[in-house]
């Protein structure tokens, strides 16, 4: 069975302390006969809605395979420290290798980034180009209204 959990430690602790308090606990799913599958740390980011006063928290994500006593345990160890403000426990059907979609969103490959500045670029180029020939078209049109109203004068003379 596959564990997903989600914690947000207190934001006055450090990243290097919130590395530590991740590895106490991915301590004790090994010691409960759990392994570890995949673990990421999401960074400070902002709240939905303030916990015990405190706008911001450290996210983290560890996912578990093992049986539901190494659930147990890591979620009796969650509890018990209080530099966790929240947590959240789910069970996966399936395991992906692909990351998150928080860190999908951090790590957008260099390939990806160059290809969307290209076209970017090239929609631009294309857009300076269609305006420039508007631009002609408008000053042409102007330059006949101009002659002809300069001819029909002539003509009433």
Do not use: C
């Not at 789910?90 to 290209?118: G, I, Q, W, Y």
Request: charged share 35%; proline share 4%; hydrophobic share 35%.
């Amino acid at each position: 069975m596959y564990y997903e959990t989600i914690f947000i430690v207190n934001p006055d602790v450090s990243q290097e302390n919130t590395e530590e308090l991740t590895n106490a606990l991915v301590e004790r799913v090994e010691k409960a006969s759990g392994r570890i599958v995949k673990r990421e740390y999401w960074g400070s980011r902002p709240l939905a809605y303030s916990i015990a006063k405190r706008k911001r928290g450290h996210y983290m994500l560890l996912v578990t395979d093992g049986e539901p006593k190494a659930i147990e345990a890591l979620e009796n160890a969650i509890r018990l420290e209080e530099r966790i403000m929240r947590f959240l426990t789910t069970r996966l059907t399936e395991l992906s290798d692909a990351p998150s979609p928080l860190m999908r969103r951090k790590s957008v490959p260099v390939e990806e980034a160059a290809s969307a500045d290209e076209t970017a670029t090239e929609g631009k180029e294309e857009s300076k180009e269609e305006s420039k020939e508007e631009a002609q078209k408008e000053t042409k049109n102007v330059e006949e209204k101009t002659e002809a109203a300069a001819s029909s004068e002539e003509a009433s003379a």
